[in-house]
Every structure is written in structure tokens, then in C-alpha cells.
């Protein structure tokens, strides 16, 4: 059984940046997703972005050339550097694992963008 503890979310002004992190219990296996997804109130849970254990990036059209993932292998976490951060960014962002057999989701975290 995987954990995955996010932190990083908060209050922003519009232009800022956040940085959120997603630190998973145990060893990443050698095949994997890992990235984030957001749901807004009244909205469908959206990917945002998420990278393969071969280094393969994905993004969403509406986050590309702002956020930016990565991931730490021998830590097991991954990261989403998001700047120039807009008001529909707001949302509860949710890291997301999964290998071949399993997958998990983290608690969320809130990132509220507003002046």
C-alpha cells in the first residue's frame, strides 16, 4: 500500500507562484504515472499534469508553459512548480501514483489563486 502526503497549497495573488510536492511511502516502482489532477467546485477532476518513470511529460493545454513537473526519484516525490498563477487555477490539487496494478490518490491540497 502506497501513501502519498502532498503539501505546498495555499492563498496566492494572481502572477504568483506556488510550488506543491508529493512525497509517497516506500520505493517508486520501476514502472509508473505520477502527476496531478485538480477538481474546481461544480467541475470533473482534470489532469494537469504527470510524468512516466522514462522521464515522459504531459500537460494540460490550459497549464502549459506555466506549471512545470518533475520528480525525485530516490526520494520518491514529485513536485509541480506552478507560476503566473490565474484565478481559474484555483482548485483542490491531487497527486496521483499508479503502476501497472495499482494506483492511488493523495487527500488534496487547496490552492486558491485570488486578490
Known amino acids: 500500500q502506497v501513501q502519498l502526503v502532498e503539501s505546498g497549497g495555499g492563498l496566492v495573488q494572481p502572477g504568483g507562484s506556488l510550488r506543491l510536492s508529493c512525497a509517497a511511502s516506500g520505493s517508486w516502482a520501476s514502472f509508473y504515472v505520477t502527476g496531478w489532477y485538480r477538481q474546481a467546485p461544480g467541475k470533473q477532476r482534470e489532469l494537469v499534469a504527470t510524468?512516466?518513470?522514462?522521464?515522459?511529460?504531459n500537460y494540460a493545454d490550459s497549464v502549459r508553459g506555466r506549471f512545470t513537473i518533475s520528480r525525485d526519484y530516490a526520494k520518491s516525490t514529485a513536485y509541480l512548480q506552478m507560476n503566473s498563477l490565474k484565478p481559474e487555477d484555483t482548485a483542490v490539487y491531487y497527486c496521483?501514483?499508479?503502476?501497472?496494478?495499482?494506483?492511488?490518490w493523495g487527500q488534496g491540497t487547496q490552492v486558491t489563486v485570488s486578490s
Open positions: 510524468v512516466t518513470a522514462y522521464g515522459n511529460l
Open positions: 496521483n501514483y499508479r503502476t501497472r496494478s495499482s494506483e492511488y
